[in-house]
């Protein structure tokens, strides 16, 4: 497995997006569409590289259309314009926006009129974990303009091949990972008992940021005696005490792409109910990463985590999924779930992440980011300790 210790190029060659297109080009033929129309960030700059913060503004529609044949074609907004025409895209079609009579209306119902004219069938992200990223009025009037026009779920073309990365999104997720790793360890030098909990979610920001992280917008975690039981609040000033069990659980990006792992310490000392819990969870995380193999399923690996956590935790609750994919999102398809019978191939990302009940109402995760390859999987993230760590 290649070093990432050392930063990759940001972006991608053109090449990339190329075999990109190609590959959905491929498909789309098989299953008789004649093109994708794309409007959520993660597809967008799946097919182009456009890449940017604008996104968090929800004021503005930004429309890509893959074509059976050729290049994407970007209908977007012209404050955007000179951002895409950087990509490997030469037909780029804009308008002033925003304009909430005609938001890009007009210009997608001129591509596509042809299309609707000959009655071809185009396919739009419809399924699990998709949105429609414009006004569904404006959908409404999109498509009583194009009567003749089809439209198809393109939602299992695009995300399996978004499942299997690149090499060169690996560099990027190898990265992100190492410096989150490396965050992680400094961890015990930027805390202490009485300090308050959001200080320590803002220590470790900063502690990631200034190791080479463009950002860290996922920081959770929790701190209570002898274990946790949410692991999605805010933090509070609640200053840690020992016998805490204080969990972090951090996405940090580089260029675009995330890391997603957690880890656990003991505040001064650890009781042996949480000692016992951490044990049969990195026991657990073993299975799954040993499980993580081509062939297998994601219902093996679920099915590898969740024999090793029935040792503490049988009750039969709902735990649901013990793992996901991941790259441009902190969590993408598939899931580790009884349900999802997704096979696992070469180059897949995935988070390894079992969780349990122990003790009275206490909850432990514990989560790794890995990497398929041909005979098994690879750690992107170093591997947490042992033994549940106690910082004095």
């Known amino acids: 497995m290649k070093d990432f210790n050392t930063a990759p190029e940001r972006g991608f060659a053109d090449d990339e997006f190329r075999r990109r297109t190609a590959k959905a ?35 503005r529609p930004w429309f890509v259309f893959v074509p059976a044949r050729g290049k994407p074609v970007a209908v977007i907004p012209e404050i955007g314009a000179e951002l895409m025409r950087r990509s490997w895209l030469d037909d780029i079609r804009t308008w002033s926006a925003p304009t909430p ?19 071809e069938k185009i396919g739009v992200m419809k399924g699990h974990e998709t949105l429609l990223r414009m006004p569904l009025g404006d959908w409404e ?5 194009l009567p003749g026009l089809h439209v198809g779920d393109a939602t299992g073309l695009v995300q399996s091949l978004r499942m299997v990365k690149s090499d060169a999104e690996i560099e990027k997720l190898g990265y992100i990972c190492g410096i989150g790793s490396t965050a992680f360890g400094k961890v015990p030098e930027l805390i202490y008992e009485g300090l308050p909990l959001e200080e320590v979610f803002r220590r470790f920001r900063l ?11 996922y920081v959770v975690g929790a701190a209570d005696q002898g274990g946790y039981a949410d692991v999605i609040s805010p933090p509070s000033q609640r200053p840690l005490h020992g016998g805490d069990v204080l969990m972090l659980d951090t996405g940090c990006t580089w260029d675009g792409y995330f890391c997603d792992f957690d880890r656990n310490w003991a505040i001064g000392h650890a009781s042996d109910d949480a000692k016992r819990a951490y044990d049969v969870l990195w026991r657990a995380t073993q299975a799954g990463i040993e499980a993580a193999k081509p062939g297998n399923t994601c219902r093996d690996l679920f099915m590898a985590m969740s024999a090793v956590i029935s040792e503490i935790d049988s009750s039969g609750g709902d735990i649901g999924r013990l793992g996901h994919g991941l790259g441009m999102q902190l969590t993408e398809q598939p899931s580790h779930a009884a349900f999802d019978e997704t096979v696992l191939v070469e180059n897949m990302v995935l988070t390894i992440e079992p969780s349990l009940s122990y003790g009275n109402g206490h909850m432990m995760v514990h989560e790794e980011n890995i990497v398929v390859g041909a005979q098994g999987s690879t750690l992107l993230t170093e591997r947490a300790a042992r033994e549940l760590p106690v910082i004095l």
């Open 25 to 59: 080009q491929a498909q789309m033929a098989e299953t008789g569409l004649a093109g994708l129309l794309l409007m959520s960030e993660q597809e967008v700059r799946y097919f182009t590289g456009f890449h940017t913060l604008f996104w968090q503004s929800p004021t």
């Open 101 to 119: 009579e005609d938001d890009g209306i007009s210009l997608l119902t001129e591509l596509l009129a042809p299309l609707s004219e000959t009655g």
């Open 141 to 145: 009037r999109l498509m009583a303009a």
């Open 207 to 217: 502690a990631a940021i200034g190791l080479g992280a463009d950002d860290a917008p």
